[in-house]
């Protein structure tokens, strides 16, 4: 399986698993049409790109010494059920499960919940008309089928006047609405971040830490990695000339005192021998 965690209600026999994958032959699990805005296109990829980029999910308290694998994708189908057509949300977030070697393979090329043994942990829909049924349909479906946080940026306000929410599964599959934007679960949150990506400034949807921090890009972290080394280098210069100039200031001291040596012995001698003799000589 491309699990390395499997829910035990996934677990198939070999014969069932025989007759699954027949079945998944003939599901489409790709399309060629074009659906996504530019902006749409831009924020998914800044989504799962920085999770690849800057971050490392918290460890898990069975293997606490392990990094946790995780998929990170946008516009993916994720297959619940043969007989049902698959949820495909803008992006998701998938904890402690790996994408398979053969990813060509048919039960490879999509999310499917039997083969990884999970539900996704975190599904973001990005609202661009009226048409999505994001806070209908979606929204019971991904409780359905048990999804931890289902997030709706809606940045027109299309559907209402809350740019952002975030909800999270309570008991009998329903979502409540979050007061906080945080998904303590997986040490995440979400934020509005107004800012320059890609050459285009807009108020993006931004992942950030438990302590609320924006979480930085791979761009952003090795521009801030560079000024870090520039800044460092800037203080070892700063450091190196402050020893040259305390030097320098130790060098004109020494030879001051070495020169005021020498002048009051050439005092000493000039009064000795302006000194009028005395009768004993």
């Not at 698959?86 to 048919?106: G, R, T």
């Not at 806070?135 to 048990?146: E, F, T």
Request: aromatic share 8%.
């Amino acid at each position: 399986m491309s699990q390395s965690l499997v829910n035990a209600q996934y677990v198939i026999d070999e014969d069932l698993r025989r007759q699954i994958e027949q079945e998944v032959e003939k599901l489409i699990t790709e399309t060629d049409e074009p659906v996504d805005s530019l902006f749409s296109e831009k924020q998914q990829r800044l989504l799962t790109g920085t999770l690849y980029s800057s971050w490392t999910p918290p460890a898990s308290e069975e293997q606490p010494e392990t990094p946790r694998p995780f998929i990170a994708a946008a516009n993916v189908g994720i297959f619940y059920g043969l007989n049902r057509p698959p949820l495909v949300p803008d992006m998701f977030l998938s904890l402690d499960v790996q994408i398979a070697e053969d990813w060509y393979a048919k039960n490879h090329r999509s999310y499917f919940v039997w083969e990884f043994g999970k539900v996704p942990e975190v599904v973001i829909e990005i609202v661009s008309n009226r048409e999505g049924n994001e806070l209908g349909s979606k929204l019971r479906d991904y409780a359905q089928i048990g999804v931890s946080y289902y997030v709706v940026y809606d940045p027109l306000q299309r559907l209402s006047k809350d740019e952002l929410r975030v909800y999270e599964l309570a008991a009998g599959k329903r979502y409540r609405l979050r007061d906080n934007r945080t998904m303590p679960d997986i040490g995440l949150g979400l934020t509005l971040w107004t800012g320059i990506f890609e050459a285009k400034e807009a108020t993006w949807l931004r992942w950030c830490d438990a302590r609320g921090q924006v979480i930085p890009t791979g761009e952003e972290r090795a521009a801030r990695e560079a000024e870090a080394r520039l800044q460092a280098e800037a203080r070892l210069q700063a450091e190196a000339e402050a020893r040259l100039q305390a030097e320098a200031r130790l060098q004109a001291e020494a030879t001051a005192r070495r020169q005021a040596e020498a002048e009051l012995e050439q005092l000493r001698k000039e009064l000795a021998r302006l000194r009028p003799p005395t009768a004993e000589e």
